[in-house]
């Protein structure tokens, strides 16, 4: 790339109007949830039997990052009566955790965690991620598909949704707003 040709792209960075940034992030991140369900698609999944005391429905919510002094028994009232409940995470970042909350592995496991915090030299991108989890790895929403459940990961944040890409039957990466958007979630589900 040209030092010319980059300067142009700065200088028309800053006065593109807000809607065509949007939409183009909106763009990039359709592309990322599309290629996850691509690859959910080429998974090999467990054949698993239901009984028929199974439930039709169930709702798996992971909350990251929330301090307990952020609860209270008026506006959470739930998360609240869980306080005092020994909770320990097996690592000490999201990328790791998520990948051992859904597989039932520990990090060093299941391997998708960084071993060093030197930069990759391969790597062009300046963020370090630990590689994803191994396709020999079967991950809770894989056996949940597998006994006839449709899986659906809805991620407010970029980190689980690099380390849980393809793991879901349908993914949505909800930015800053876009779940205010729609009460009924991404395009009217």
Not at 35 to 54: C, H, N, Q, T
Not at 80 to 98: F, H
Not at 163 to 176: D, I, M, P, V
Request: charged content about 25%.
């Amino acid at each position: 790339m040209t030092p010319s040709f980059r300067a142009t792209q700065i200088v028309a960075g800053r006065y593109l109007p807000g809607t065509v940034k949007r939409w183009g992030k909106f763009v990039r991140r359709r592309v990322r949830e599309r290629k996850a369900d691509r690859r959910f698609l080429r998974r090999s999944l467990p054949e698993i039997e239901v009984g028929e005391d199974s439930p039709d429905h169930i709702l798996f919510v992971v909350v990251d990052a929330l301090r307990a002094d952020a609860i209270d028994g008026e506006t959470t009232p739930f998360l609240d009566s869980l306080t005092g409940a020994e909770a320990v995470a097996p690592a000490t970042w999201t990328y790791p955790s998520v990948c051992s909350l859904l597989s039932g592995l520990y990090p060093h496991e299941h391997g998708a965690m960084r071993k060093t915090d030197q930069p990759d030299l391969a790597s062009e991108s300046e963020v370090m991620l630990p590689p994803k989890l191994g396709d020999s790895v079967t991950t809770l929403p894989e056996l949940f598909a597998g006994a006839g459940y449709e899986t659906y990961g809805a991620f407010a944040f970029e980190m689980p949704m690099q380390a849980l890409a393809g793991r879901f039957e349908t993914h949505s990466l909800y930015t800053k707003g876009s779940a205010e958007a729609s009460p009924n979630g991404p395009h009217g589900r």
